[in-house]
């Protein structure tokens, strides 16, 4: 699998792959989450490459096997979303954004400050001021977050894959961001996303941290729509196996795509 061109943007680093021919449709930017980067994206981009629609996935600064900035471990979900801005940016037209987990609450952040088609947000970290949101224990803040073992990840994000499909994928994170989350600390302004937005809950996900009910307040809260796939993980991009999540999460975003005319903020 190809995630196409990668180019440089500033400190992060951005995968292409141009339709075949010209599409009309937005093009769509895939945004991963904490701990992950563009590779995750992989089967997402070719199904969109093969059904002829413009492609990209983000590798946020210091990941995906980019260098970590002297900044890093001080770089929160504010600095991320300047990455997602400048993806936004590159590709020079309203886009649809899809963000998973961490990435599902920098997609909206990006959205107030970019004109976007419309917003995915799989599996989303929830804004900091969206009232019920689940809190979760702090990270330390004098060194990165390790990466999780495959053995540990496996059954947390992705229980329909092998450990070896995992293994050695995940990077060091941010404590800044993770604490952004962990903490509810960033708001998000709900009445400044103006477009459409489609949130995924997964019923296999970590009730931890997406306890029952707390996706479908998030869709309430950006006043989006909710689809939860009963047998998807947290990760439930990956993997050939996905085929029936992905059919379901696009066909009902392209039902709303159709009844909206693109907005920005």
Request: with cysteine; aromatic share 6%; glycine share 10%.
């Amino acid at each position: 699998m190809s995630l196409g061109t990668g180019t440089a943007l500033g400190p992060a680093r951005l995968w292409h792959r141009p339709p075949a021919a010209a599409d009309p449709r937005p093009p769509v930017l895939l945004v991963h989450g904490g701990y992950h980067g563009a590779w995750c994206w992989e089967y997402w981009v070719e199904r969109l490459a093969a059904d002829g629609r413009e492609v990209a996935a983000l590798d946020w600064r210091g990941h995906g096997g980019l260098p970590q900035p002297p900044d890093y471990l001080q770089t929160g979900a504010l600095g991320f979303t300047e990455d997602v801005v400048a993806a936004i940016d590159a590709l020079d037209r309203p886009t649809v954004v899809v963000g998973h987990s961490i990435g599902g609450r920098l997609a909206p952040m990006a959205a107030t400050r970019r004109p976007t088609a419309g917003l995915v947000l799989v599996c989303p970290s929830p804004p900091g001021n969206m009232p019920g949101a689940a809190k979760v224990p702090l990270v330390p803040t004098t060194e990165a977050a390790p990466p999780l073992s495959a053995a540990v990840a496996g059954p947390r994000y992705c229980p329909h894959l092998t450990e070896a499909e995992l293994a050695g994928r995940l990077c060091a994170e941010s404590p800044a961001v993770l604490n952004d989350r962990y903490g509810l600390r960033v708001p998000v302004d709900p009445a400044a996303v103006r477009v459409p937005v489609l949130v995924v809950e997964g019923g296999r996900d970590d009730p931890e941290r997406h306890p029952p009910g707390q996706d479908l307040a998030i869709a309430e809260f950006y006043g989006g729509a909710h689809i939860r796939l009963d047998d998807a993980p947290h990760n439930l991009m990956l993997g050939t196996g996905s085929d029936r999540w992905f059919d379901a999460i696009w066909a009902r975003l392209d039902a709303l795509l159709a009844d909206a005319p693109v907005a920005g903020p």
